[in-house]
């Protein structure tokens, strides 16, 4: 069974960082496309970020460009999200998602990490 | 403002079916057969229900079906349940080599 499990969410002030882990298992993680995607309290999904499964390709929504930073670990089965210059804006639940490897559909979703940017 | 259009909310009752548009550009969903729809319950991580404009996952019912016009794609939910009461988002794939979500939709079961 496929899980993706996140983990380093919670409180930094306006400024700060914070970097995010997703842990993979039940598939071959390398073989796969890898998404980050936010949800704001009360508000819609928000692509962030794009990794291919060898890191060739990476993508970044303009919100988020020059600040974050997406990476991942195939030896360890983990995707990486490294957050600096935090905005209040940013606040959200950050879900880790696999991608299907048809046409860039999210096939895997996390439960999300929540990440609080307040001073 | 989401870069795809959809309407706040869609009610429906029992047994009817309802359908559930994303507008876009020809710089996205015009361009590309690359649209995903996702079911989200409050609380709740979003469930992939349709890939590639119309093709469902293993496990969606049949009942759940995808269709693309243009720059407009459309979910459509037959037969509609009360568990089918939920939010719903539309993805796609934009030239500029990135993603977006459309603002979701929230179903109502009346």
């Known amino acids: 069974e496929v899980h993706l499990v996140e983990s380093g969410g919670g409180l930094v002030q306006p400024g700060g960082s914070l970097r995010l882990s997703c842990a993979a298992s039940?598939?071959?993680?390398?073989?796969?496309?890898l998404n980050w995607v936010r949800q704001a309290p009360g508000k819609g999904l928000e692509w962030v970020s794009y990794?291919?499964?060898?890191?060739?390709?990476?993508y970044y929504a303009h919100s988020v460009r020059g600040r974050f930073t997406i990476s991942r670990d195939n030896a360890k089965n983990s995707l990486y999200l490294q957050m600096n210059s935090l905005r209040a804006e940013d606040t959200a639940v950050y879900y880790c998602?696999?991608?299907?490897?048809?046409?860039?559909?999210?096939?895997?979703w996390g439960q999300g990490t929540l990440v609080t940017v307040s001073s | 403002q989401s870069a795809l259009t959809q309407p706040a909310s869609v009610s429906g009752s029992p047994g009817q079916s309802i359908t559930i548009s994303c507008t876009g550009t020809?710089?996205?969903?015009?361009?590309?057969?690359?649209v995903s729809w996702y079911q989200q319950y409050p609380g709740k991580a979003p469930k992939l229900m349709i890939y590639?404009?119309?093709n469902r996952p293993s496990g969606v019912s049949n009942r759940f079906s995808g269709s693309k016009s243009g720059n407009t794609a459309s979910l459509t939910i037959s037969g509609l349940q009360v568990e089918d009461e939920a939010y719903y988002y539309c993805?796609?794939?934009?030239?500029?080599?990135?993603?977006?979500f459309g603002g979701g939709t929230k179903v109502t079961v009346l």
């Open positions: 998602a696999r991608d299907g490897g048809r046409g860039y559909d999210m096939d895997q």
């Open positions: 039940g598939f071959s993680f390398s073989n796969y496309h």
């Open positions: 990794i291919s499964a060898r890191s060739e390709a990476i």
């Open positions: 020809n710089s996205d969903i015009g361009d590309y057969n690359y």
């Open positions: 590639e404009v119309s």
């Open positions: 993805s796609s794939y934009l030239r500029s080599s990135t993603l977006a």
